[in-house]
Every structure is written in C-alpha cells, then in structure tokens.
C-alpha cells in the first residue's frame, strides 16, 4: 500500500503517522532496549561471520594445546580437545542463536495459526484444537526429545531435531495467549465492520486481528526467544540436546559437568555463560522496550 | 464451584489417558531396553537376559502391553523398576518426600524474599534500592538455573565450605532429631533457592507494580484523607490488595517447580524424582519413567485447575461456568 | 516503612547467619566424634603402646554411583552394590595378585577338575553369631539354581551335577553337592573344564536368616536389599539407600577385630570429588584417571595406582549375529581387507592419547588382555603398531586404498568413495567427542575420509547388539571397552557364537585355540603344567588378533585411586586392596 | 425455496408499494449454558419474533431502551448472528439461511454504520484502506489510480480533506471516525444501510453534522435506512417510520407523525414524554416507570411490559398480545385495543 503513493501526484500529500511509526520512535528513545538491541546484533553478526572471523577449525582436536590458557594466539584460551574457545563461542552461538530463531518463528506461526483460528472461530473448532493444546502443553518434553533423537539420528541433523523437538512443543502457550486476545479483539466493532463488508475470514484474521494483537506476539516472541536459548543450552547441558560434535553455548557451558574443568578452566566455561546471560537479559530489555512502545494507549 | 471442580476432574480423564497412550507409546518407540548397556560379560549370560525380557513381558504384542500396564496403573501397581529391582510405587514414594521439601523450601524462599523485596520497592519506588531490587530481578530472570547452580556450586561449596554438594542429608543422623531436621535443611538450602530464584524475580516485579498502581487508586487517597498511618495504608491496604492476585500463581508455580526440579535436583545430585527420572531415561527403566511422567502430568492438570479456582475465588468478576 | 526494611535485613542476615552456621556446625561435630576417638585411642594406646596400628577413627569412602539394586552378593546387578557389600560379605576363596585361586575361608583339591572337595575353616562367624559352615554356601548355591531365583548367577551354578534338573523342579537337591561334615563338602561338576573353580559361586548365605525365606521374595525383602549379613570386617549398621551406607566394626571377625571404628560408604558424584577430598570429607576413593592429576595435588591425598583388568578397544563391524541360533551368520564386504585394518591401526596415535584422556593412566596394549593378568602374552610376541603413518599409507596403498579422484580422500581399490562413519557412545561427557575426534583425525592424516558418529548411550550397546544381516551396518566401526574378571577365558567375547562378540568375528584358527585352552585333554590337570600350556595357547590366539586386527586394542586402563595420606596399612594390587580390616588411621591424624 | 405462502405475501406487497426489507417473526436466542455436562439450560431471547417491513427509499426508525434487543435485530438482520427462527427476505430474496460465500455476495447490497466510532475502526490501517477495502473485497477491481480517485472522492464526499486517506483513525476526532465509517459503508453503493445509533457515542455539536449527512446521502444514493437509536427525538428526525421495541419485541409500529402525536402502547407513550422539550413554557405530565427491565432470559409471561406498565389488567400477566393494525398504518401491541 506504500509503493502506491510514490508513484502518485498525491505524494505531496501530508501522510499519517502510522501506530508502527509511533512505536519506532519510542523505541529508538529507549536507551537500555537499543544498548540491548546493539549487543544483540553484534553477537549475532559475530555469530553468523563466524568463519569469515576466524580460521581456526572448531572440531579439529590438537593434542598438543589442551586446556590453555587465555593469550595472544588464543583470546580466551583452549579447551579440553585443544581447541580455541573464542573461536568455537562465535561458532556456538551461531548454532545457539539458529535454535532460538527458528524455534521462535515456527513456534510464533503454528501458535498464532492455531490461536486465531480457535478464537476466531470459536464453538467446536475451539474447544477441539484448545484441548489439542493442552495436550500438547501436558507432553513429556525430555522423553519426546530422546526418543526423536533416536529415531532420527541417523537421517537428520542433530540441531534440526532439537529445533522440530523443542517447536513441536512449545506453541502451547502462544496458542492460549492470542486465542484470549483473539477472543477480547473480536469483540470490537471494526471487525463486525469487516464481516459486514464482505471480508472473508482468513482476510479478517490476517488483515484486522492479527495486526492489532501483533504487540502481543511480539512482545511474547522475545520471551520465548529468550526461553528457546535456555531451552536448547539446559538440554545441551544435560547431555540431551545439541550433538556434542557440534558446539553450541549449551555444549560448551556442559564443559563446566567436569570438575576439573570448571575449577581449573575457568575460560572454558565462563565466556559461554556470560555471553548467554547477557543474551537473555538484552532480550528481555528489548521485549521491554517493544511493550512499552506498542503500549495501545498510544494510539487508540 | 463444585460442580466445576468436578467436571475439570473429569475432563482430565481423557487428556490422561490420551497422555498415557502417549507416553507408552514413546516408551516403546524409546531404543534400547534395561537389559542393554554395559554388562559384565563374565557375570552375565545371554539367556539371563532374555528371561528378564520375558518376566518384564516386553516380548508380548504391544496393545497386550498397554492395555496391562494402564490397568495395573489404574489399580496403583504401577510396575517393578529393573534397575532397582523394586516396586516402582516404593521407590517413588522413597524419593517423593526430597522433591516435596525442596519444592516448599523453594516455595517459601520465594515468598520470603519476594514479599521483602516487592514490597520494599512498591512503597519506595525509583529509589536506589528500588533499582537495585529490579536490576537484582532482570537479573535473576536471565540466569538460567543450571548456570546459577555451576556457580553457586563453585564458590559456596568449594571455595567457601559452606553447602553440601550432593545428598539430602548427612551422613549417620537419626531421622526425627533436630540435627537431622537441620542437615536436611541445610542439604535444601541452596537448591531450593536456585529453583525458586525465577520465580522470585516475576513475583517481586509483580508486587512492585502492583503496589505502585494500588498506592493511586481512590481508596488509598480517601485512607490518606482520613489521616490512616502510611504504614497502615500500605500492610492492610494495598498489600491486602496485591497478595490476592499472586496467590493464583500457585498453580503455575507447581508447573514450575516439576520442571524446575529435574535440572535443579541434577546440578545438586539431590535424590529426588528429578534426578530418577533422568537415570531411568538413561537406563531405560521404563516403569519408573512412565510413572514418573504420568504423575507429573496429573499434577501440571491439577496445578492449572487450582490457577483457574484460586482465580475465581480472589475475582469474583470471572465466574466458573 | 522502617519496619520492612528491617524484616528485609534481618532476613537476609539470619540467611547468611544459618549458611555460616551450617558451614561450622559439620565441623564442630566433626571435631566432637575426633575428640571422642582420641579418648578410645588414649586407652588402647596405653595397652599397645607402639607395637601396632591404631585403633579406631572412621573412615569414609567414595563411590561415584549410588547402588540401585539389592546389595546382597547373592543377588546385586551392578558394580555400585559390590561397592558396599565386599566390606560386608566374603568370599570363600580369593585370588593372589597374578589372580590364581588361593584358599581364603575354604581350602579345596581336586584330582581331575571334575571332583572338587572343600574344607571350612572352623570359627568363621556370621555378623549375627552364627558359625559359618557348609550348609551356609548349600543354601546359597541352591537359591542360585532356584527356579524363583530372580538374580543374574545362574550360569556359577549351571555346570554342577544336578543343578539344571533342580531348576526345572526335577529334583528337590543338588545332586552334585554332597555335605560331609559341617566343615567339609563335596561339589561334582558336569565336565572336566580347567575354569569350573574359578566359575564356581563361593559366597554363603546365612541358614538362620535366609533358610526359611521364599526364593521369590528374596530381592524384595529388606534383609536382601539393604540390611545384608556376611562374615566381613564390617557390618551395616545404618544407610539412606542410594546416599550412604555407615558400616561398622565387627568385633568378633574372624582375621581378627578390625582397626577402624567403622567405615562410611558414601555416593560422591565425580563432579564433587575432588572437593571432598580437599575438605577431607572423602578419605578414599577410585576415581577417574582425568582427575588424577588434580586429586593429586590436594594436601594430604596421594593417587595409588594398581593394574586394571579392563581395556578399551576399536572394533570393525565385520559381519553380523543370528539372534534365533545365536551364531555368527555372515560377515560385510568393507572391512574385510586386513591390509587396511593394520594400516587404521599403524594411523592411531595411541601415546598421547593416553597421555591427554586417560592421564596417563593406562598402558597401551596390542591384544585383548590386560597385561596384569597371567595369560597376557609377551609384548615381545607381539606387533607392537607403533603409530607409523607412513606404514599405515604404504599398506593403504599396497591395499588398493588409493585418491584415484584428487579429492583428498582415498577410494576404495574399485575406485568408489570409501567413507568411515567412527561411532562413540555420548553420556553427556565432552570429552567422549574429542577424544573420538582425535582418532579419526589420524585416519584423515592417512587420507582416509572419516567421521565421528556420537550416539546416546542407551541407543548405542542397543544398536551394537542388533544384527541387520541385508545392508550395511548402523556402526562399522565403534568404540568399546571390556572389563575382564578373573577368569582369563575370553571366550565370551570372542568365539562366532559369542553374542558379546561386537565384531562378529568369524575365523576357526580362534576358535579352535580358545577351545583348547580349556580343555583339560590338551592342557592336562596337574597345576603348573596346565597353566603353562595354557600360557602358551593364550598368547597364539593373542597372535592371531594381533594380526588379524578386527579390533584395534587402545589401551589397558589402570584402577586409579586418591587417598587421604592419614590412612595407613593399605595395600592394593590387580586383585583389589589388602583386607579392610587391616587399614588404620594413625593416631596423631585422627584428632 | 418459495412457498405459495410467501409468493402471496410477495404478490401482495407488490400490490401495494415496493418492500426492499420484509422481517418476519425474527427471533435471536442466545444458549445459557449450564449444569454438570454444560448442557444448554435456557435461552436469552434478545430477539423474540419481530415483523416488519420495510419499503424502498424510506427510513425506518427502531427505538427502545438499551438491552431491549434493537442491536441485536439489526446484526441479525444483517446476517451478523445467526437467526434462530424467522425470515428475513430481502429485495425478495430470502437471505435467512444463505452462508458462506452467498452471504458475502448478498452483503454488497446492505451495509451498516456502527455505534462506536473508536471501535469501528482498525487502528492499524490507512483511511485508505479501510475504505477501498469493500471494493477489493468484491473484486470490482479497477486499476489502482482510478480505485484510488473513487476513494478520494467518496472521502471528499462524507466530508473529510483528501489527506485523510493518508491517515490513520487515531488522528481523527470521533465525528470524523464516524464519517470514515459512513464512507466506508457507502463504498459498495449498498440498497439498505442500518445505523446502529450512529451518533449516540458523539459529541452533541457533531450529531446533528453527521445526521444531515446521512439525511444528505440518503437521497444522494437512493438509500434506505433502518435507523436504530434509543434517542426518540433522534429518531423522530430521521425516520419516516418508526417501530418500538421493548424486551426483544415490537410493541408499536407507526408513521413517525402518528406514533408522535398519538401514541398508543403505554411504553411508547412513556418514552414519549420523557423527551425533554425545548419550549420550557410547555409544561407536560412525565410517566415514570416503575422497576426495572426484566431479563431477557425469563421474561414475564403474557405481555412482556405488564411488570411495569401503569395501566396493567391481571390479564396482561397471561395473554400476550401481538402487534395489530388499529389505525390505517398505525400497529399497536397491546389488549387495550383489541
């Protein structure tokens, strides 16, 4: 709808501030959401130019440099296989950061889709997919991911399984929270209005609903961004999640299950764990900021 | 409302045994069997291995098994661990009373601080302490608990001496004493605040602002205009007001704690249904998972019904139909 | 308001008061049950003066793993409950450190290793009072061939006369068991096989305690699980199963009343190991060979190292099981080339490996037998794979092995692409994946193209059992090791009806000399004559699997131990440590 | 699906003048759900079986209390809710039971302007949008610029600056939100509008600009209306017509003069002289009414009005009466005139 009015005679025409705009400009005010946002997107660009970064090979063990400590050569020291420890925390944040992405997204989609449409729609189709839900929500979660795991682990990448494990799984409560906002935002007359023009329902969901129940997605996309990477990292910890081979924040901080790893090899362990929690902090800052800027009551 | 409650009750039939075809299922579809792993060749034969097979019926058709285990489940027989070699029943109900104490020492850990620190920054808000109290909560939301647990492991036990590493109590103290009682406290301790550090974080943030909105609504100006003490406005008052919606986090919080505790009870090795679930995962004692899971079920049921009823009892506005 | 802050406060600093509080409490009484030895000690030193060890103190050792099943001997499952009950219960015979049978509670003689007549010592007394006699071993060698018998020992007891007809309810007795006196009994044996002592199940049960118990409900009961009796230094005096077990003297032993007080077995997990010993809470413990180092260095504690029996091995998938005829069925195409199995083994660069992951722990060996036992070949007698790469790319090369495409990688001699998929077991343990890595980068610096394959546990001895007799393999090449006992007949994992038999080895020549072995025909039944020829077998056979090379052996491990300094009188060897009852903590060390 | 009955109802007020909108016994029930098994223990019937028509070109005006089902007829009637039992034939066709994408077809003809200009709105679209939406939605596509300049001009038309399609409805005072969603229910040039109390959520200054707007529009686009207010004297200025509903049925049915000057029903009457009048001078004796309305979900029985009515016989508590015509084009509900 915008690349209308560019190539229109009306361009000079004074356009609105969308409640989008509104929101932006809150944000960006914000000063510890855009310090997190910053960190965030520095880790993450690290994180993905991992190899353009460093040369150093992250599974290659070397017999001759295990466990050193921190220098020049290597920033935050060796691991227990000899290998860098900076170089494999910009590798396993690709992979922990790839978790958590791609779990947020596909868990955003199936909940939103599901959500909508139970609110929507209400009635029969309501109850059934919220007791398919609950059910869902009931599920052992640690005995689903050892047993995916297993059947699929000649045939399918060890980090694709855990994302499938861990999304498959956690849609339950995005479900339950856009359906009740679902529920709330139908009663508002804009959408009758919509029905009563003609619009048909997946129109009314996308197209109506969906937009002015997006704060709240988005606000629970970063909390669950947020859960995904300690999801990943607490099963990777407890031996179950990210195959070892690979390394992954969660791999790494399970260097610290050794004991003489983690009283003598601090920089194993450490940089991991500290890179995380500020990870999980800055997204909560930034799930903050994003409540606070797509606050309705700014534009209603 | 107790008709309500009934018909939750019995709305959970289904979903259980639903859940409970589920977890069967994946019990099934689980590689390996008690009887694999490593095995002392010169002490153990084949043949051993295969009776054992046989007395645990894994070689019968499989809706034959299902359809036994869930009723002797029904009955209260839920089945023999092999790895313990004992009633799975006794077994749970000899971990059950650890994982309970260090669910309501976590609990009330919780509630303790919580209420301290909520309640401070509540009435002195956007003062230093208030800061602090918040960064102190950002700040416990973004620990993960196994990461809280390496640390506080690292320093508290070993560098300081002060907490036990493993067990839930000392060695050679009489049950019932008081240096037991101690020892078992002090064993619970640190888990018990590591499980429950999340938890503290959202309940303090809550009481916080709820304090903060209460302490401007009408009732408390007309409290004031009459010249009620601050104090008084503020414990009988506004707290009165703020508690009732945490206590519908109770539920929530049961939900918490199950899952909560299989990572806390690992980090610590406490003895509890945690850390025998996760062995009977890895072992395969599949009488022992199922159960384990089937009843952690039942109590993520119970604890969302209790949400729902706590929350009808303290809104009367939202009615239980 | 002042009065939150306050609550606030006070809370905080009644938390720091208690943790400080607990800190010191376990010290005090520490100090307390110190103080209360030294008294004892006072007075047993004045009657002793300095002629022998100390008395008293407790003394506490580690396990890693806390026992799940019965403790009793009889009937436990895993190594967590032998833990506990060796202070408790004995054997009847016991092994010198070459791990030859040596009399211990009985003595015994046999003329053609079919007849064997046991003789008792008199006075051995159970830890309730009773004299130990021979109807004690009757009822455990009857419960063990018991139909109801829910244990794993059936086979100690398989090869007596008499024994199967008991199982299937035939016969009411053992046939092959004859009682001649209290002291003295008579057990007759199927066949003439030179192993049947060393097979043979020698540990009693108590008649008084045991006698009228259904053989059902024995592994329920408590007296089997926990609150087990032997005729040990030691007696169960308290436990909180699955965390500890506190033991304690029994006076009337009978080597003699044990030094220590009592004894303390307690579950520390590895990862706390190292900070029990530094507070002093673990006196004794076998510990990882990774953590020795580290164990070492604490004040007070010394690592004691003593031959192992286990050994760690890579094996190639070379055909696969019949599980309905229980034998070898077939073998697979990949690796059948022996050329190229020597030249994987010349490729590993096994020193340093043992150096990085085991400690140093370990000797590296090149036939499957720990050198500590008596039938381990010279290492003289055997190619010794020195790591060689260049050898291992000569062979490959001479193999037909050869990079025909440019790739990098070596083709098979018919010019296809010739991948290995390495498999290791995954416990959640980092250093499992590096240290498969480390292997099959060896492989790689020969140009062979190889891959780690980590596998869950559980998943993994599952998948090594399986046979999947069409296509290939889901491990070809996997990692494994074995722990051997006393017996040195390695038969079980290595003849082609062997299910333990991972490689799915199939070749006559072994199973003809390991046959022979044991057969008293061949090897004769006078002592020494037959140890020799038996030597001489074993290390033929430990010949032929060197050459062969459908495992390639890695390294034998060492038991390695750390101990508080303040424990003395204790000895180790391949065979475990000196009697308990022997150990004592010095005087001056137990205040 | 016509039956010979309807064909004569058809016949017969073809004869007569043209009906756009003919309503027949219109109910709307609401389940209460209830009981152990959530079994359906009651209705809430907001609306109980209402009849009327009405004719090309007119407005008929529906007046009553809040919560005396008014809405509610009107969604139904719009095939917002389902109907429970009744006809709705429009323009002859019968639209009762037509769903899916027959309904949405039919939608092109009947159009409604909402309540709440704040609600009626998505915030989160362009003016724009929100009005070219009905016309992309019945794919009468014509090629941006031109959807763009009928837009303009329908925007230009409800009276509202051009830039207005640039924004959005939090920029907007309520009595231009209201235009928007006029010009958004005009956009498919419809046959039928229903007004759900336009202006009752405006300012008093800006309901009289928004009525003669839609007086204006009315003849602008040949429109009919059904006018919906609980405000008589809005009503009265509106309509041609006018019916009264009290508890989910009409009880009053005349032409705006007639139901002013004479009111029948003791209800109409009571509601005629609570209007305030504007002459002070003009004193005139107000009928309070006693108690309250019953619910919708166990109405009294016989006349639903007889709890409160002044002039209620013990007969009223058992007959219900129905709506009958006592003067040419004047229908009354009430046994006072039978």
């Excluded at chain 2, 509890?272 to 952690?296: C, H, K, P």
Aim: hydrophobic residues 40%; charged residues 20%; contains cysteine.
């Amino acid at each position: 709808m915008e690349t209308v009015t560019k190539q229109d005679n009306t361009k000079k025409m004074k356009r609105g501030t969308s409640p989008w705009a509104i929101a932006r400009k809150k944000f960006v005010r914000n000063k510890i959401a855009m310090i997190s946002l910053t960190y965030l997107v520095l880790i993450a660009v690290l994180s993905f130019l991992a190899p353009y970064i460093t040369t150093a090979d992250i599974t290659r063990v070397n017999l001759s440099s295990m466990g050193l400590s921190p220098s020049a050569e290597h920033w935050l020291g060796t691991d227990k296989g000899g290998r860098d420890v900076f170089t494999r925390l910009l590798y396993g944040g690709r992979v922990s950061l790839t978790i958590g992405i791609s779990c947020v997204l596909i868990v955003t989609i199936i909940g939103t889709f599901i959500g909508s449409v139970a609110g929507y729609f209400g009635g029969k189709v309501d109850s059934v997919l919220m007791r398919f839900t609950d059910f869902i929500l009931n599920f052992p979660f640690l005995i689903f991911v050892i047993v995916l795991n297993s059947i699929l682990f000649r045939h399918v990448d060890g980090v694709i399984v855990l994302i499938i494990v861990i999304s498959v799984l956690s849609w339950g409560g995005i479900a339950r929270l856009v359906r009740s906002k679902v529920l709330a935002e139908k009663e508002n007359e804009y959408v009758l209005a919509a029905i009563s023009i003609g619009t048909k329902p997946s129109k009314v969901i996308m197209k109506h609903l969906l937009p002015n129940i997006l704060s709240t997605i988005i606000v629970q996309m970063t909390i669950s961004f947020a859960s995904m990477i300690v999801a990943e990292t607490g099963l990777s910890y407890l031996g179950f999640g990210v195959p070892q081979g690979t390394p992954s924040w969660g791999n790494m901080l399970s260097g610290a299950r050794e004991i003489d790893v983690l009283q003598g090899m601090p920089w194993v362990w450490a940089p991991p764990g500290i890179i995380l929690v500020l990870t999980i902090l800055s997204i909560n800052f930034i799930g903050e900021g994003v409540k606070d800027a797509l606050n309705p009551k700014s534009y209603r | 409302m107790i008709k309500y409650i009934l018909r939750r009750l019995l709305g959970m039939i289904p979903m259980l045994l639903l859940i409970s075809i589920v977890v069967f299922s994946l019990a099934l579809a689980m590689p390996g069997d008690p009887f694999g792993g490593e095995i002392d060749p010169t002490n153990t034969d084949p043949e051993y291995i295969e009776r054992m097979r046989e007395e645990a019926g894994l070689n019968d058709p499989i809706p034959e098994q299902y359809v036994r285990w869930i009723t002797n489940f029904v009955q209260g027989d839920f089945g023999k661990s092999v790895k313990y070699r004992y009633d799975v029943k006794d077994l749970i109900l000899d971990r059950l009373p650890n994982t309970v104490f260090l669910g309501i020492m976590s609990l009330i850990i919780t509630y303790i601080v919580a209420f301290s620190m909520g309640m401070y920054a509540g009435r002195k808000p956007y003062t230093k302490m208030d800061h602090l109290i918040g960064g102190f909560n950002y700040f416990g939301l973004a620990v993960p608990s196994y990461i809280a647990g390496i640390v506080a492991i690292y320093f508290f036990s070993f560098k300081l001496g002060w907490i036990p590493y493993t067990g839930s109590v000392g060695v050679g103290l009489e049950p019932g004493t008081l240096e037991y009682w101690i020892s078992r406290f002090h064993h619970v301790l640190v888990p018990a605040i590591i499980l429950g550090l999340m938890s503290t974080a959202s309940y303090t943030q809550f009481l916080r602002n709820d304090i903060i909105e209460n302490s401007r609504k009408d009732f408390v100006r007309t409290a004031r205009a009459k010249g009620t003490s601050e104090s008084k406005i503020y414990n009988s008052h506004i707290l009165r007001n703020s508690i009732i919606p945490l206590v519908t986090f109770l539920g929530f919080d049961l939900v918490n704690l199950i899952s909560g505790a299989v990572i806390t009870e690992a980090i610590f090795n406490y003895p509890g249904l945690g850390t025998l679930l996760l062995d009977s995962v890895q072992s395969r004692d599949y009488a022992v998972v199922m159960t384990i899971v089937m009843f952690s079920s039942l109590l993520v049921l119970v604890g969302n019904l209790l949400a729902d009823i706590l929350y009808g009892i303290v809104d009367p506005r939202i009615r239980l139909e | 308001m002042k009065k939150s802050w306050l609550w606030l406060a006070s809370m905080l600093l009644v938390l720091a008061l208690f943790l400080a509080a607990c800190g010191d409490s376990d010290e005090e009484e520490q100090e307390q049950d110190d103080t209360e030895d030294t008294e004892q000690q006072d007075d047993t030193e004045e009657t002793e003066g300095d002629s022998g060890p100390a008395q008293g103190g407790t003394f506490t050792y580690a396990i890693a793993s806390g026992p799940t099943g019965p403790l009793d001997v009889n009937f436990y499952g895993s190594s967590s409950e032998a833990e506990v009950n060796q202070f408790v219960q004995e054997s009847l015979i016991d092994y010198d450190e070459n791990l030859e049978p040596i009399p211990y509670i009985a003595d015994w003689e046999s003329e053609d290793n079919i007849n064997y007549t046991f003789t008792f010592q008199e006075g051995v007394k159970w830890h309730n009072g009773d004299e130990l006699t021979v109807h004690d071993w009757v009822l455990a060698l009857e419960t063990l061939a018991h139909p109801d018998y829910t244990g794993p020992r059936w086979t100690n007891v398989a090869d007596i006369v008499g024994a199967v007809e008991y199982r299937d309810g035939e016969a009411d007795s053992i046939s092959g068991i004859n009682v001649i006196s209290d002291y003295e009994i008579e057990i007759e044996f199927v066949e003439a096989k030179v192993n049947n002592l060393v097979n043979l199940w020698t540990y009693p049960m108590n008649t008084t305690v045991y006698g009228d118990m259904e053989v059902a409900d024995m592994e329920e009961d408590a007296l089997i699980r926990n609150e087990i009796i032997g005729t040990g230094p030691f007696t169960m005096k308290n436990y909180r199963e699955g965390e500890y077990y506190e033991l304690e003297k029994f006076e009337d032993y009978w080597q003699g009343e044990p030094n220590l007080d009592g004894l303390v077995v307690q579950v520390v997990p590895n990862d706390s190991v190292i900070g029990a010993l530094e507070s002093g809470q673990v006196d004794f413990v076998s510990i990882a060979p990774r953590l020795a180092e580290q164990a070492g260095e604490v004040e007070g504690v010394s690592v004691v190292t003593a031959p192992g029996l286990s050994y760690y091995y890579v094996g190639f998938r070379l055909g696969y099981y019949d599980h309905e005829e229980n034998v070898i069925a077939g073998q697979y195409d990949k690796f059948q080339n022996k050329l190229l199995r020597q030249a994987m083994w010349y490729a590993l660069d096994r020193e340093p490996w043992v150096e990085e992951f085991f400690g140093g722990y370990g000797e590296v060996i090149n036939a499957p037998v720990p050198p500590a036992h008596w039938i381990a070949a010279d290492p003289a007698d055997l190619n010794p794979y020195e790591y060689d790469p260049e050898r291992a790319m000569e062979l490959l090369d001479e193999a037909g092995y050869i990079d025909v495409n440019d790739d990098g990688w070596r083709e098979d001699p018919d010019g296809n692409e010739f991948t290995i998929e390495f498999s290791h077991y995954d416990t959640g343990d980092p250093a499992f994946e590096t240290r498969a890595q480390a292997f099959v980068q060896n492989w790689q610096d020969v140009g062979l193209n190889a891959t780690v394959n980590m596998v869950e546990v559980g998943l993994y001895y599952d998948t090594l059992e399986e046979s999947d007799p069409t296509d290939a393999p889901d491990f070809e090449l996997f990692f494994g090791g074995w722990s051997t006992g006393v017996d040195p007949d390695p038969s079980g994992l290595w003849t082609s009806d062997a299910l333990w038999n991972y490689p799915r080895f199939l070749n006559e020549e072994s199973d003809q000399l390991l046959a022979d072995a044991l057969n008293v025909d061949i090897v004769g039944t006078d002592e020494d004559e037959q140890k020799a020829n038996r030597q001489q077998i074993y290390t033929e056979w430990q010949q032929l699997i060197n050459d062969e090379a459908p495992m390639l052996i890695i390294t034998a491990l060492d038991a390695v131990y750390a101990k508080q300094d303040r424990i003395k009188g204790f000895t180790i060897d391949v065979n475990g440590w000196n009697n308990p009852s022997e150990w004592y903590i010095e005087a001056e060390d137990q205040e | 699906m016509a039956t010979t009955e309807e064909l004569n109802k058809q016949t017969q007020s073809n004869e007569e003048t043209e009906y756009l909108l003919e309503v027949n016994n219109l109910k709307t029930y609401y389940p209460i759900k209830g009981g152990f098994f959530k079994k359906t223990v009651g209705h809430v019937k907001a609306v109980d079986g209402i009849s009327l028509k009405i004719k090309k070109g007119e407005t008929f005006g529906l007046v009553g209390e809040s919560g005396c089902g008014k809405s509610t007829a009107g969604r139904t009637i719009l095939r917002l809710n389902k109907p429970t039992e009744g006809q709705i034939l429009f323009d002859g066709k019968d639209i009762t039971n037509v769903s899916g994408s027959n309904l949405r077809k039919a939608r092109q003809d009947f159009q409604m302007v909402f309540q709440d200009p704040y609600a009626s709105l998505n915030p989160m679209q362009m003016v724009g949008d929100i009005v070219s939406e009905p016309i992309l939605n019945y794919n009468k596509r014509k090629n941006k610029k031109e959807l763009k300049k009928e837009v303009m001009e329908l925007l230009n038309r409800v009276g509202l600056p051009e830039d207005a399609y640039y924004k959005y409805a939090h920029e907007f005072s309520g009595g231009q939100r209201q235009r928007i969603g006029i010009a958004r229910s005009l956009a498919l040039n419809p046959k039928l509008v229903i007004a759900d109390e336009p202006v009752s959520a405006l300012d008093v200054s800006v309901q009289s600009q928004v009525l003669n707007l839609l007086k204006d529009l009315q003849d602008e686009f040949d429109l009919t209306y059904l006018f919906i207010a609980h405000d008589l004297s809005v009503v009265k200025h509106m309509s041609d017509r006018i019916g009264v509903m009290y508890l989910g049925g009409l009880v009053e049915v005349a032409d705006k003069d007639s139901l002013y000057d004479e009111p029948l029903h003791p209800y109409t009457k009571a509601l005629i002289s609570a209007i305030p009048e504007p002459n002070p001078q003009l004193k005139k004796e107000r009928i309070v009414l006693e108690g309250d309305v019953p619910s919708p979900s166990n109405p009294p029985t016989g006349c639903p009005f007889h709890t409160r009515c002044p002039l209620a016989k013990p007969e009223c508590a058992e007959i219900k009466p129905t709506l009958k015509e006592v003067k040419p084009g004047h229908q009354v509900a009430c046994i006072l005139y039978d």
